[in-house]
C-alpha cells in the first residue's frame, strides 16, 4: 500500500515538473511579434487572429503591429493574454471598430465593446478605438480592466459610455489621448489617470461618472487636460458619482464657459454628498469658477494636490531602476 501511494507521487511530480519545462522551455519557439495588414502584406488580416495565436503568459512582451486600415471586428484580449503590445502605424489611420450597442438583442452595456482589454500590462499607441452605434444609448469602445494599462497617443470615439474602466483595483494611464462622448462617456470603478488628453464633450451631460470602491484613495484623475465641446452644448457637468464612494479630480485643466456654475451633480442623491470627493485645483478658461462650485465639492489646496503624482496614484516598481510601468 506504502508503494503504491509512494509511486502517485513520483508520477504527480513527473507530471507536474513536465508541464512545468512545457511551459518554460524552448521561448525561441515562440513568436513574440505580429504584424496585421489588411492588405494581406502581415500575419494575419484581423486582430483577433494574431490575438489568438499569441501564447498566453509569454516569457517576454508580445508585440503586435498593426498596419494603416479599418478594422471592422470586436476584439478580446483575455487575461491569460498579459504583457501585449499594440502599436499602430498611424492614429488615425489605424482604427478599429464596431457597432454593438445595449439594446442590440440581449446585449447590455456591458457587451457592446468593440475592444475589451484585460491582459495585465498592456500597452497601446497610435491606435483609434471607435463604437460607431451612433446615439443609440449605451455603446462601448473600449472595455478595460487590465491592471497596469497604458494607452499613448490614443483615440477613443463614441457617445454614451465611451470607456469603460473596470477592474476594483486595475490602473490606467492615458496620455497624449482623445476621447469623444455625450454621457458619462468615462466610468467605472479602476484608478484612472488621464494626462494631456483632450476630452471632446457633444451632449448637455456628464464627463465622468467613477465607480470608486470605498477602500480606494484616488478615481479618476485629470492632469493638464482640455475641455472642448461642439455647438450643441451649453450646460456640461465634469461629473457626477456612479456610486457613493465616487472620486474624480480635475488639476490644471483648462475648462470651457460651457461648464455648469456648480461643477458637478449628485446624481438625484443628496447622499452622494456626503461620500465622493469631487474636487479641483489651479484650472483655467471660462468654466473654472471655483467660488461658484456645489458647497459639498473641493477646491485642493496645495499641499493636497501635491500628493497627486503619477507614482503616488499609480504605484511604483521595487526596483528603483526600473522604468516604470506608465512609460512608454
Not at 489605424?94 to 500590462?121: C, L, P, V, W
Not at 451633480?265 to 452622494?272: C, E, F, S
Not at 471660462?286 to 458647497?295: S, T
Request: glycine share 6%; aromatic share 16%.
Amino acid at each position: 500500500m506504502k508503494n503504491t501511494i509512494r509511486l502517485k507521487y513520483i508520477l504527480f511530480f513527473l507530471f507536474v515538473t513536465q508541464l512545468f519545462f512545457a511551459q518554460t522551455a524552448n521561448p525561441e519557439k515562440y513568436k513574440y511579434q505580429f504584424v496585421v495588414a489588411k492588405d494581406g502584406s502581415g500575419d494575419y488580416k484581423y486582430i483577433q487572429d494574431a490575438i489568438d495565436a499569441m501564447r498566453k503568459f509569454p516569457l517576454a512582451p508580445i508585440t503586435l503591429y498593426i498596419k494603416n486600415g479599418v478594422y471592422n471586428e470586436k476584439i478580446e484580449l483575455s487575461a491569460n493574454n498579459t504583457d501585449v503590445i499594440f502599436i499602430g502605424e498611424s492614429v488615425d489611420k489605424t482604427i478599429i471598430t464596431y457597432n454593438d450597442y445595449s439594446g442590440r438583442g440581449k446585449m447590455g452595456t456591458f457587451d457592446s465593446y468593440t475592444a475589451k482589454i484585460s491582459g495585465n500590462r498592456f500597452k497601446a499607441e497610435n491606435i483609434t478605438f471607435a463604437n460607431s452605434a451612433g446615439r443609440v444609448g449605451q455603446a462601448v469602445a473600449l472595455y478595460v480592466d487590465a491592471d497596469k494599462a497604458v494607452f499613448k497617443n490614443c483615440k477613443f470615439l463614441g457617445n454614451q459610455d465611451t470607456i469603460y474602466h473596470g477592474g476594483e483595483y486595475s490602473r490606467q494611464f492615458f496620455v497624449d489621448c482623445y476621447i469623444e462622448g455625450t454621457t458619462d462617456f468615462l466610468f467605472g470603478p479602476a484608478t484612472a489617470v488621464f494626462k494631456n488628453c483632450t476630452l471632446f464633450c457633444k451632449a448637455n451631460s456628464y464627463i465622468a461618472a467613477p465607480n470608486t470602491p470605498k477602500d480606494k484613495e484616488f478615481g479618476f484623475v485629470f492632469l493638464d487636460c482640455k475641455v472642448i465641446v461642439n455647438e450643441e452644448v451649453d450646460k456640461l457637468y465634469l461629473g457626477r458619482p456612479w456610486r457613493a464612494w465616487a472620486k474624480s479630480v480635475f488639476i490644471r485643466c483648462e475648462l470651457p464657459k460651457q461648464i455648469a456654475v456648480e461643477g458637478w451633480d449628485n446624481w438625484g442623491n443628496t447622499d452622494n454628498e456626503k461620500t465622493a470627493f469631487f474636487a479641483e485645483y489651479e484650472c483655467t478658461g471660462e468654466g473654472f469658477k471655483p467660488k461658484e462650485r456645489a458647497l459639498w465639492t473641493h477646491q485642493l489646496k496645495k499641499s493636497e494636490a501635491e500628493r497627486y503624482t503619477l507614482k503616488t496614484i499609480l504605484g511604483s516598481n521595487s526596483k528603483s531602476s526600473e522604468k516604470e510601468w506608465y512609460e512608454l
